[in-house]
């Protein structure tokens, strides 16, 4: 039940007590104790000053409780459900167990309960047919119900009382507090969703201009538009470096907000990961050979396949292995693809020989627009999406990326994918033979 704001002011105790027993005698008795006729409640007003920071050196005169005796459990769920309709909830409430000939005060308790979660309960009783444990179970949660036994003295209520309608401000305050850090929450969510949304957007328009301006270079370089000179060839070609290197940017900065805003699409197959990876290991090494940068492959004898979108996972793979050639040396650099049966996952490891990521930034580089800056040559500076797609791209695969340290000294990319198993594609099969030939007969 959301809890609604009382008509008064937030540094204001609730004094609100409901008092609930079928003798008139210790109605009345409790009803003197916590609002005397003449008195000058100075524990309410001492605690008011530790709570709320009261600077105020002479004291007013403190408001006794606002007390609602009643004689029966009927009668005072009825006050509750009024007290709920007017704003004004009660702060805590004494409910005397045995109360014939109504309910009990353990069954009026519950409805209470329903009525008003945010109520402080008591039970008080000199005899009673419940134990202890049945109560705390039908009176949910512990931390609002308490038990008192009969006889209870003068002081003893009045402490209660005091203590239970602070904490039940303390609750109330805490609420609103939460409130207001939920809305701000669900804002910035928002907030964060329109940003995504305005990159995509704005993405896709750069996009096309950009395909544009790389097409006429293009067809410039080959000469389709005539001889060009040898020093603006040049020029050209810078120019529609520049623009791949800007497409590319785009490109992460569309990714991101798609994953952000979950339209990514998946277009998953059934991939044999040593085939995936030779392929694209055969693809990239002309990068490697140029550099005379070493690169491995070691795959297990028995094929391992994954169901996962390729373009993806070899988007992951030529990342990790594009940003490794960035930072070991040339001619002594060395990159090894290791592929893993895992049991129920398929582990890929990359490592490489470089100066590796030290401490906390091993979790920092998937963050969006972290980079850790430990080139070991002349390099382009991205845009530091890079990792933090592939960490997300793995993720929608239901699988892990992390890092460590390689123990021949860089860093060591782990993946883990989970396994598709050949006898479940298998299995697939015939189920879909079976259905087709049920529904020809």
């Not at 805590?92 to 945010?118: H, Q, W, Y």
């Not at 020093?231 to 940017?249: F, H, P, Q, V, W």
């Not at 382009?380 to 960490?391: D, S, V, Y």
Request: hydrophobic share 35%.
């Amino acid at each position: 039940m959301k809890l609604k704001v009382p008509n008064r002011r937030k540094k204001e105790l609730n004094n609100r007590i409901l008092l609930v027993d079928d003798e008139p005698l210790i109605l009345d008795e409790l009803g003197k104790v916590l609002s005397p006729s003449e008195a000058s409640n100075t524990e309410l007003n001492e605690l008011e000053n530790r709570l709320f920071n009261n600077s105020k050196t002479n004291r007013r005169k403190a408001a006794s409780y606002n007390v609602c005796c009643c004689c029966q459990g009927d009668e005072a769920i009825h006050e509750v459900e009024e007290s709920i309709e007017k704003n004004e909830p009660f702060a805590v409430a004494f409910i005397d167990i045995r109360m014939p000939p109504g309910p009990d005060g353990v069954s009026t308790a519950e409805e209470i309960r329903k009525l008003d979660p945010n109520i402080q309960i008591v039970m008080m009783t000199g005899y009673s047919d419940f134990d202890i444990s049945e109560i705390a179970h039908r009176i949910p949660p512990e931390d609002k119900l308490l038990y008192m036994q009969k006889p209870i003295h003068s002081q003893e209520i009045r402490q209660f009382a005091l203590a239970l309608a602070a904490k039940w401000q303390s609750d109330y305050l805490l609420h609103l507090q939460n409130q207001k850090l939920t809305e701000s929450n669900e804002y910035l969510k928002e907030h964060d969703r329109l940003k995504s949304e305005f990159v995509m957007t704005v993405s896709h328009e750069l996009r096309t201009p950009l395909t544009i301006f790389k097409n006429i270079l293009s067809n410039a370089m080959a000469g389709v538009m005539g001889k060009v000179p040898p020093k603006l060839l040049r020029n050209l070609e810078m120019a529609d470096e520049a623009i791949g290197r800007l497409t590319s940017i785009i490109n992460d900065f569309l990714d991101v907000s798609k994953l952000e805003v979950g339209k990514m699409k998946m277009h998953p197959e059934i991939l044999c990961v040593q085939h995936t990876i030779e392929k694209l290991v055969e693809m990239i090494s002309f990068v490697t050979d140029s550099k005379n940068i070493q690169l491995d492959l070691q795959v297990p004898n028995n094929e391992l396949f994954i169901n996962a979108d390729y373009e993806q996972i070899t988007r992951v793979i030529n990342n990790i292995i594009e940003n490794a050639t960035k930072f070991v040396l040339e001619n002594t650099g060395k990159i090894l693809i290791e592929i893993e049966d895992r049991g129920e996952r398929v582990g890929i490891n990359i490592r490489d020989n470089g100066p590796g990521i030290q401490g906390d930034d091993k979790e920092k580089v998937f963050d969006r627009f972290v980079q850790v800056e430990k080139h070991v040559g002349p390099g382009k500076h991205g845009t530091g999406l890079g990792l933090a797609i592939c960490r997300d791209l793995i993720q929608l695969h239901s699988g892990r990326i992390w890092i460590e340290d390689n123990p021949g000294g860089g860093a060591a990319f782990k993946i883990l994918l989970p396994k598709y198993e050949p006898q479940e594609q298998k299995q697939n099969a015939l189920t879909t033979e079976s259905t087709e030939e049920a529904v020809r007969v």
